[in-house]
């Protein structure tokens, strides 16, 4: 089993930065690509970015692309999203998802709520105008 625990969010105004972190613990972090999602009341989880297994490859929602930034530290088994230029509907509790993928290429990432088994608690982030 796999734990992760978000952390990073706050209370921010329009245009600033904030950067997330999840740690992940319990297993060994390189069998598992990432992912960020975020949910806000009312409305179902959507996914913000992603990045495989190995790295190399990431992908992002239109709504964040060239805002958002996806990166891990294996050293340190922890997957970050740096934020920037942050607007009001970027307003949401932010959540770390991990997918096992061990056995499969280290290039793929996934972008499907369904497609991933672990995740966070979440962290709130606010976004004032």
């Known amino acids: 089993q796999v734990q992760l625990v978000e952390s990073g969010g706050g209370l921010v105004q329009a245009g600033a930065s904030l950067r997330l972190s999840c740690a992940v613990s319990?297993?060994?972090?390189?069998?598992?690509?990432m992912g960020w999602f975020r949910q806000v009341p009312g409305k179902e989880r959507e996914f913000v970015a992603a990045?495989?297994?190995?790295?190399?490859?990431?992908y992002y929602a239109d709504s964040v692309k060239g805002r958002f930034t996806i990166s891990t530290d294996n050293a340190k088994n922890t997957v970050y999203l740096q934020m920037n230029s942050l607007k009001p509907e970027d307003a949401a509790v932010y959540y770390c998802?991990?997918?096992?993928?061990?056995?499969?290429?280290?290039?793929?990432?996934?972008?499907?709520?369904?497609?991933?088994?672990?995740w966070g608690q979440g962290t709130q982030v606010t976004v004032s105008s």
């Open positions: 998802a991990a997918h096992f993928n061990k056995y499969a290429g280290g290039g793929y990432y996934y972008t499907g709520r369904n497609e991933y088994e672990n």
């Open positions: 319990g297993r060994t972090f390189s069998s598992y690509a």
């Open positions: 990045i495989s297994r190995s790295g190399e490859n990431t």
